[in-house]
């Protein structure tokens, strides 16, 4: 995160498009999966609203849709990554 923030603040957000779009997915599912664990250790409790756990499950699930869909991130970083080798993903067939 710090070389993509250093990145956009020397050469702009549109060279940093593929650290951009990892960060979103990455975290995004670290944060889903962080919260699952948490939900787990803590059992049936994990799963009422007597803790905030089930509330920040639900409400931060929707970081894998609501800045763009993990597959779309992922699209753009296997774009990136299969220009590096000659193939351009817009013109399979
Ligand atoms: C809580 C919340 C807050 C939001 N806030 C904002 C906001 O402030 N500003 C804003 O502009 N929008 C906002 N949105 C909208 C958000 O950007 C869209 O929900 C998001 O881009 C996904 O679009 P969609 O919901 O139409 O899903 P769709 O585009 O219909 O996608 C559905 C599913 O299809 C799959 N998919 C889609 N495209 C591809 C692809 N290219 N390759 C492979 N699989 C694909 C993915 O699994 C995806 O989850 C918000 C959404 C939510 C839920």
Do not use: C, P
């Given at each position: 995160?710090?070389?993509?923030?250093?990145?956009?603040?020397?050469?702009?957000?549109?060279?940093?498009?593929?650290?951009?779009?990892?960060?979103?997915?990455?975290?995004?599912?670290?944060?889903?999966?962080?919260?699952?664990?948490?939900?787990?250790?803590?059992?049936?409790?994990?799963?009422?609203?007597?803790?905030?756990?089930?509330?920040?499950?639900?409400?931060?699930?929707?970081?894998?849709?609501?800045?763009?869909?993990?597959?779309?991130?992922?699209?753009?970083?296997?774009?990136?990554?299969?220009?590096?080798?000659?193939?351009?993903?817009r013109n399979?067939q």
């Amino acid at each position: 995160m710090l070389d993509a923030a250093a990145k956009i603040d020397s050469v702009g957000a549109a060279a940093a498009r593929v650290e951009i779009s990892t960060i979103k997915f990455v975290v995004a599912n670290v944060l889903q999966r962080v919260l699952d664990r948490a939900i787990q250790v803590h059992g049936g409790l994990g799963v009422t609203d007597d803790t905030l756990l089930a509330f920040w499950w639900r409400h931060e699930r929707g970081a894998r849709i609501y800045d763009g869909a993990d597959e779309v991130h992922k699209d753009v970083v296997a774009r990136h990554v299969l220009r590096q080798y000659g193939f351009d993903a817009r013109n399979r067939q």
